[in-house]
């Protein structure tokens, strides 16, 4: 029959022709519905009403060409719908056939865009599964679907004529989708959404992120039975609202805490067709509507379900606006860039159908794709309750983490339905039952018995007990324990005559020194606290300090060292003479609760406080440190932290209880990596403290690794330690233990503790709880979060210090009653923002306070940080916000250009540095944390578009670029893949160039000019580009006068796939591609790999006629890289560069079967990142490749074809190949993941390489080799072993 | 038990939260607030205690009690 219609598409179906062409393969828009039919039924009668269902409804019937108006809906007269019976399979069975159908992506153009299957899984026992793309038809529209053929099914079971069907007509919804795009109401519905989003906060992602949509959907399935269903219904009635309200309240009660946000935009997708015509249509109409709603933990839940109510009411007033229009209108279509959290999608459609009176259930098998996490609701008129599937998007969530995310909301269902609703939400913890008692009780199981001891008596015992140890030394002088301790007790009983005794403060301003070490025992043997008066601060500090905590008096080493103006009773060291005094310990009538130290720390007002830490909390504190890290007589620990920093207590007196030995520094020291490494070395040193910033600098020397052996442990604690500092430690001091620590000075130095694995990934956790210590992650209504759900961290237990220095109001502000705790306890309030994981480790997330704001955006500064941390070459990163703009700074080598340009690629734009500006040091203050008042000021040169544009094209162009990368400020000079360009772009671009000039580019020709400015003169000079790429000699990149690199393809000829390497070597650095003769022409395939090298050979030698050459390959490129430098050898020529990627040679093949065309169609499939399916003949695979959008689909079909005779071929003459014998070292990289061949082995180069293999193992198959991640640690190793070449 | 039009205006008017009296047989009833979930819920109930077989789509295209009642056998 002919007669087919063509349509354009409604709004709702060209956002989801969109998504679809966006990834062609993608089975993700595919919907189902499975419908149990517990009786009997009758395939044939089944089938005729399928048929006549289908010849009802239009939308089924559709196919959707991209024609030059646009894509356009083709509506054939009759379809034979598709239908499998299968009497042969059991539920599980049925079960797995079902997901494979529902796996398999549908062709839009090809149709039909629906399939049926009837399963016989008992006796008497039916499912009928039905698959639509969401193109097709939406939820309702299967219900319609549904209903309607179960009618004509019943009618034809009796014999009878079924009543005529009612479907509306698909021009239907196109006509009235045309009339209100052109109302007054589309303008007024804009107008309104503009208005209400205005304004938004970021989308709240449950996983602290976004991702682009992936091929298939996570999914966890939940029921709420019928009575939870009831009494949600009963509080839905009292509040006078619906009960999808009170789950949608539900839902953002679960996001608000779960992003710790008051302000959430939620996402309801709506049918949209009350009072319509399209009532009665089987087609796509749903939209998905933004729900903006203020979860404020003091109002009440039914205040929240009112403002749902009030709220979903407004949304219906506007919801014919697309989704997709509004986003455009926020100027949200690209990526990544979220505009609603999850999605809370109810769908109450009528499913009460029966079969000729044999009842059905149905469920949902897949509901679409899904962006972030969307929440279905089903509510099927059946009686059974409510279906929850939460669908999660497979980047973002585990299936532990859906899960956890699911129990949560059904938890607050269960419990907000029986609960009072007019209490307020801050009484609701988000967390489950379970959850509390695991964040609350199990992860802080630290309770351990210590003695009443303080910090000096077993200082004081251990002398008694080793006077003969050597217990401290600095420059030349070595005190044994006996000596240290009699010059301390002379000093202290000196100090008690001044009026020093338990509950006073003594200053303590000495330089580091023996003197230093002695002054603060005798503090503390007098029974005094001690205030440490860093001698490097500045007079004014140093007087502010004294007047704060008003010590009885101060020890300096000279009269001068401390102001004079302040009343403070002095004692100078310098020629005083305390011989008279006994050297025996002093009595004193101490106890655990009197104060140890007052250390200031920096207030946020900007006036120091005086922290009072009692013995008891530091004396766990060094109990737990001993049992932890036990100390013995041999251990050196190093004292290089200043006194001021409390740090520097553990570095005190944790070795001085222990009969270790202390090494003190030089004054200063502490800066000088190479000072440092040079002591660790010659003292022996096992024990040392670094800040993490400091330990970069430390690391970056290549001193450090002279620390190897002696070295045992070092600790880390002051600043986030970033992962990339943890590698480059287990890299230079592999034998030696990383422990990072947490703690404030309001909590005896550190609180947490976590040993870094160098297996380990993501960020270093500030760990577990020490003993007699609680942990406290909590909401903004102080109840706790679950592992995974960030909160401000609190500390409760014994080493809270007692509170702030003569300042009552403030430690009454941040040391609070801790709910949690016994009666009186305390919790002291960090201002730092932490979650748990789920093994009962803290992760330190940032600061409350310090959260920056970028054009209305949030940004964590860390995130930004630990991105410019990863990229290779660069040692330590630090980013801040200066004048609005971020800011990032990088110590180490590499280039910061490329570190952006590299951050532009995974980062937002919001989140890129405006400049990355390359540091020798990062300025550090006095107690060597990072100074950033000190960083400098970057300059940013000229803007991006640093010139006017040459030509209209040109700047089209570039307004492309930054188009699809998302790049707002490309210049007209700036490279396409410097910029974060991929192939999957490239071909974005080269099809919006079309659509826009209807120039016609192929990706191969933005290689060859892939700047706006050369794209432009290219287009202009009328050259169509096509077969450049194709050529044997393939230019990567020209730019640049250094040493070219040749680069030889893989098996299946082309060399594109080097063009991310090319960008990622840097800008002087020529990078040529050799491929497979034959791609564009009709020259005809080589015989053998020699006869194939000395072509290449000769091509190169075009480009540079004599050596010394850099050959590089991957696969069988590395077979012909081998190759061609063994004749390039034998020719006389210098061959300084042999790189193999994941190469094997010819005898590990041999032998082996060779690939029939079959498996050549998979390896050309794997090119284009494609996984075979169904495909069986070239042309499958070609039609596949085109329809992933491949760039390998912009070839011709010949060259396409020419590939799947390169392929084996390639297998073929790899296999015949002699290997010849090259002279001098080979680079290889192996993609260390297990694979099936497993007998392949690098091992086998050895008779054919003179000299070394020097290896690099990458945690990734041979395909991922040239992929981001490990393509950049690929580039790294190169770029690293190219300039000890250039040098 | 048959429905009546007057049993449909209260069980309407009960869904709605509003009084029976302000809801005039040719009132659209989307103006009242009735949504496709309120649809479903009223439509659950008649079937459930008055062997209603009218379907959603029935009910939503017309929504207003005139035109309900002979859907629902109470003409």
Redesign the interface.
């Known amino acids: 029959m002919s007669g087919a219609a063509v349509l354009p598409l409604t709004a709702a179906q060209s956002g989801m022709w969109f998504a679809q062409a966006l990834d062609p393969l993608s089975p993700a828009q595919n919907t189902a519905e499975c419908l149990e039919i517990d009786g009997p039924l009758d395939p044939e009668l089944f089938a005729a009403a399928l048929r006549r269902v289908t010849a009802e409804a239009e939308a089924l019937r559709v196919t959707v060409e991209d024609t030059p108006d646009g894509p356009r809906q083709r509506l054939a007269g009759e379809v034979e719908p598709p239908l499998a019976v299968r009497t042969d399979l059991s539920a599980e069975e049925a079960g797995a056939w079902m997901r494979a159908d529902l796996a398999e992506p549908v062709d839009l153009a090809a149709g039909p865009l629906f399939g049926h299957a009837l399963f016989r899984v008992g006796p008497d026992r039916w499912w009928w599964y039905q698959r639509v793309h969401h193109l097709a038809v939406d939820g309702y529209g299967h ?2 679907l549904v ?1 309607r053929t179960a009618e004509v099914y019943t009618a034809l079971a009796r014999g009878e004529e079924p009543a005529p069907g009612r479907f509306g007509r698909l021009s239907d919804l196109v006509e009235d989708d045309g009339r209100y795009r052109a109302s007054p109401a589309f303008a007024a519905d804009r107008a309104h959404w503009a208005r209400v989003l205005g304004d938004r906060p970021d989308a709240p992602r449950l996983a602290g992120r976004g991702a682009l949509p992936s091929r298939g959907v996570r999914r966890c399935r939940a029921h709420i039975g019928p009575e939870t269903t009831e009494r949600v ?1 009963d509080l839905a009635a009292r509040l ?1 609202a ?3 309200d009170v789950l949608i309240a539900v839902q953002a009660l679960c996001t608000a805490r779960a992003t710790a946000r008051t302000d959430v935009v939620l996402g309801l997708p709506m ?1 949209g ?3 319509s015509a399209a ?2 249509v089987p087609g796509m109409v749903m939209n998905v509507l933004p729900l903006r709603l203020t979860v404020a933990p003091r109002d009440t839940f039914a205040e929240l379900v009112r403002q749902v109510a009030l709220g ?2 407004e949304v ?1 007033r506007h919801q014919r606006y697309r989704y997709e229009d509004i986003r455009r209108d926020l100027g949200l279509l690209g990526e990544n860039r979220g505009l609603v959290g999850p999605l809370v999608n ?1 769908m ?3 499913y ?1 159908v029966d079969f000729a009176g044999v009842p059905a259930r149905s469920r949902n098998l897949a509901a679409g794709p899904v962006e972030d996490l969307t929440v279905h609701i089903h ?1 099927r ?1 059946d ?1 059974g309750g409510l279906r929850v599937d939460h669908d999660g998007n497979p980047a973002l969530y585990e299936d532990a983490g859906l899960a956890a995310h699911q129990e949560r909301f059904l938890h607050l269902v269960e419990r907000l339905a029986a609960a009072d609703p007019h209490l307020p939400l801050a009484a609701h913890t988000a967390a489950t039952p379970g959850e509390s008692a695991l964040v609350l009780d199990e992860f802080n199981r630290t309770a351990r018995k210590v003695p009443p001891t303080t910090l000096i008596g077993p200082i004081e015992a251990r002398a008694a007990r080793t006077p003969e140890a050597t217990a401290l030394v600095f420059r030349d002088t070595e005190l044994s324990y006996a000596e240290l301790n009699t010059r301390a007790n002379r000093l202290a009983r000196h100090l008690q005559a001044r009026g020093a005794g338990p509950g006073a403060v003594v200053g303590v301003s000495v330089p580091r020194s023996a003197e230093l070490v002695v002054a603060l025992l005798a503090v503390l043997k007098a029974g005094a606290a001690y205030l440490p008066l860093d001698p490097d601060y500045p007079e004014r500090r140093l007087a502010y300090m004294l007047r704060d905590a008003a010590p009885v008096c101060a020890v300096a080493d000279r009269a001068g060292r401390l102001p004079g103006d302040t009343g403070t009773d002095l004692v100078v060291l310098e020629g005083l003479d305390v011989s008279a005094y006994a050297g025996t310990d002093p009595a004193r009538a101490l106890t655990p609760a009197h104060p140890a130290y007052v250390i200031h720390t920096s207030g946020s007002t900007g006036r120091p406080k005086g922290v009072v830490v009692p013995h008891r909390a530091i004396d766990n504190r060094l109990r737990w440190m001993q049992h932890a890290y036990p100390l013995g007589a041999g251990d050196r620990v190093l004292q290089k932290t200043p006194s001021s920093f409390d740090v520097s207590v553990w570095e005190f007196f944790w070795p001085l209880r222990e009969g270790a030995t202390l090494v003190v520094a030089e004054p200063g020291g502490h800066k000088d990596p190479v000072y440092l490494s040079r002591l660790i070395r010659e003292q022996s040193v096992t024990t040392c403290h670094f800040v993490p910033s400091m330990l970069q600098a430390f690391l970056s020397a290549k001193e450090a690794a002279g620390c190897r052996g002696a070295l045992r442990r070092v600790f880390c604690s002051g600043e986030a330690l970033p992962r990339e500092s943890a590698r480059s430690f287990a890299r230079v001091l592999p034998g030696t233990e990383l422990h990072n620590l947490y703690g404030p000075t309001e909590a005896a130095v550190d609180v947490t503790y976590h040993a870094c694995d160098r297996s380990d990934g993501g960020p270093v956790p500030i760990g577990r709880p020490v003993w007699n210590t609680r942990l406290y992650v909590l909401d903004a209504a102080l109840r706790p979060c679950p592992p995974g759900v960030p909160g401000e961290l609190y500390l409760a237990g014994g080493q809270l210090a007692d509170g702030y220095l003569g300042r009552p109001e403030l430690t009454a502000s941040r040391f609070v009653a801790d709910p949690f705790g016994p009666p009186g306890s305390r919790m002291y309030r960090t201002g730092d923002l932490a979650r748990w994981t789920g093994r009962g480790e803290v992760v330190y997330l940032g600061r409350t306070d310090d959260q920056v704001k970028l054009r209305g955006q949030r940004v964590e500064l860390g995130e930004i940080e630990a991105a410019l941390a990863s990229r290779p070459g660069v040692d330590g990163a630090c980013a801040l916000v200066r004048e609005d703009r971020l800011v990032g700074y990088v110590t180490g080598t590499a280039d910061p250009a490329g570190v952006r340009a590299a951050l532009a690629r995974e980062l937002p734009e919001h989140m890129v540095p405006a400049a990355v500006v390359a540091l020798d040091a990062f300025p550090l203050s006095p107690n060597g944390k990072l100074d950033r008042r000190e960083l400098p000021a970057p300059v940013f040169a000229g803007g991006a578009g640093g010139r006017p544009f040459a030509s209209a094209r040109e700047e089209a162009l570039t307004r492309l670029f930054a188009e699809v990368l998302d790049v707002p400020g490309a210049g007209p000079d700036d490279a396409f893949f410097d910029l974060g360009g991929t192939s999957l772009l490239a071909v974005r671009l080269v099809a919006r160039v079309r659509e826009e000039s209807g120039a016609e580019l192929t990706v191969g020709s933005l290689f060859e000019a892939p700047t706006p400015a050369a794209l432009a003169a290219r287009l202009d000079a009328d050259r169509p580009g096509a077969g450049d790429a194709l050529g044997v000699l393939l230019p990567l990149r020209t730019e640049g006068d250094g040493t070219p690199l040749f680069a030889v393809h893989p098996a299946g000829g082309l060399s594109w796939c080097y063009a991310g390497l090319a960008a990622r070597l840097g800008d002087d650095r020529p990078v040529y591609g050799l491929q497979a003769r034959g791609l564009a022409g009709d020259d005809r395939l080589p015989g053998t790999l020699w006869e194939e090298a000395e072509d290449y050979v000769a091509q190169l030698r075009a480009v540079r006629p004599h050596g010394p050459y850099r050959l590089l390959g991957w696969s069988v490129g590395g077979v012909l890289a081998h190759t061609v430098a063994v004749l390039l050898q034998r020719a006389g020529e210098e061959v300084e560069l042999l790189a193999l990627l994941d190469a094997f040679p010819s005898e590990q093949w041999r032998g082996r079967p060779a690939p029939e065309e079959g498996d050549a169609l998979t390896a050309v499939l794997r090119m284009a990142g494609v996984e075979r399916t169904g495909e069986r003949t070239r042309e499958d695979v070609l039609a596949t490749l085109r329809r992933a959008g491949s760039p390998l689909a912009g070839l011709p079909d010949r060259t396409l074809s020419r590939i799947v005779d390169i392929v084996p071929n390639h297998a073929r003459m790899m296999r015949e190949h002699e290997q010849g014998r090259y002279e001098g070292d080979m680079l290889f990289f192996t993609a260390a993941a297990p694979r099936a061949e497993e007998w392949l082995t690098r091992e086998a180069w050895r008779p054919h390489v003179s000299g070394a293999i020097v290896n690099h193992d990458l945690e990734c198959t041979h395909p991922e080799l040239m992929r981001d991640r490990h393509l950049d640690e690929v580039a790294a190793v190169l770029t690293a072993r190219l300039k000890e070449l250039d040098a | 038990m048959p429905l009546t039009v007057e049993q449909i205006r209260a069980d309407i008017a009960d869904c709605l939260g509003e009084d029976p009296a302000d809801i005039a047989v040719d009132d659209d009833l989307v103006d009242h607030g009735l949504d496709s979930v309120r649809v479903m819920t009223l439509l659950e109930g008649w079937r459930r205690e008055h062997s209603v077989t009218a379907d959603f789509a029935d009910l939503a295209e017309r929504p207003a009690i005139e035109a309900w009642a002979p859907l629902l056998g109470a003409a």
């Open positions: 219900a319609l209903r219904r006078r619906t009960w999808p049918m067709r009350m009072g009532l009665r979903v009411r219906r109810v109450p459609f009528d009460a509510d008129a009686g």
